[in-house]
């Protein structure tokens, strides 16, 4: 029962999740429009994953690799293995302080366009230590 | 219209132009320069799929997106 009642709450805090989401990207602030400027180039697929989780995944231009980038401006790209579970992390962004949105489509671009370039300017961190599979938390 | 979408600290700013017009083209050819030449890197979409990075202007590309080149973080 308690089982029922925790799913019930979540699937309650997902829906008040999206609808903040769906007013927040109505919004004019920078931030707004850094959210709409980077769904507007997103893949189909990517465009998805990002509305349902945060983040989505692409394909490096060079090695093929997947790498998922989550919301955030710094330290939020992980490589991915075939297994789908995050491996090292990749810490690279454009200068001058973007938002959110305008990092991570900066990102995207430059891991679909030139994925070599991209890997030799940026700091690797180590995993997480709690990696997950997509989809599992 | 043809858009140039430049991101920076103020969020984007757009700038259209009429690629009819050997005017505003040549503008827009002005700002492209200027903008790779302080290391902007251009971007444009070739695909529903897929995104290309660009080093020359291109007056047939309807929407071309600059940011500031990366760093390591």
């Not at chain 1, 991570?104 to 070599?116: D, P, R, S, V």
């Not at chain 2, 132009?17 to 251009?42: H, M, P, Q, V, W």
């Not at chain 2, 995104?51 to 929407?63: C, N, Q, S, T």
Request: proline letters at 4%; a positive charge.
């Amino acid at each position: 029962m308690s089982r029922l009642r925790r799913a019930f709450a979540t699937g309650l805090r997902v829906r008040a999740l999206r609808r903040l989401y769906r007013i927040y990207l109505q919004e004019k602030t920078p931030q707004a429009r850094g959210l709409r400027l980077l769904r507007s180039w997103l893949t189909p697929r990517q465009r998805a994953e990002f509305d349902s989780e945060g983040q989505f995944e692409v394909v490096g231009s060079d090695s093929g690799k997947r790498y998922r980038i989550s919301y955030g401006t710094s330290a939020n790209v992980h490589e991915v293995d075939r297994a789908g579970r995050l491996g090292a992390g990749l810490c690279f962004m454009p200068e001058g302080g973007l938002v959110a949105g305008d990092v991570m489509l900066a990102q995207k671009i430059a891991l679909e366009t030139c994925e070599k370039s991209t890997l030799a300017l940026a700091n690797r961190f180590p995993p997480l230590l709690f990696s997950s599979r997509r989809g599992q938390g | 219209m043809a858009v140039q979408i430049v991101l920076d600290v103020t969020g984007d700013t757009r700038s259209y132009f009429d690629t009819n017009d050997a005017e505003s083209l040549a503008e827009a050819e002005r700002r492209f320069k200027e903008l790779t030449g302080r290391g902007f890197i251009a971007a444009v979409r070739s695909g529903p799929d897929e995104v290309l990075r660009i080093h020359h202007f291109d007056p047939g590309v309807e929407e071309t997106l600059f940011f500031p080149r990366l760093v390591g973080g």
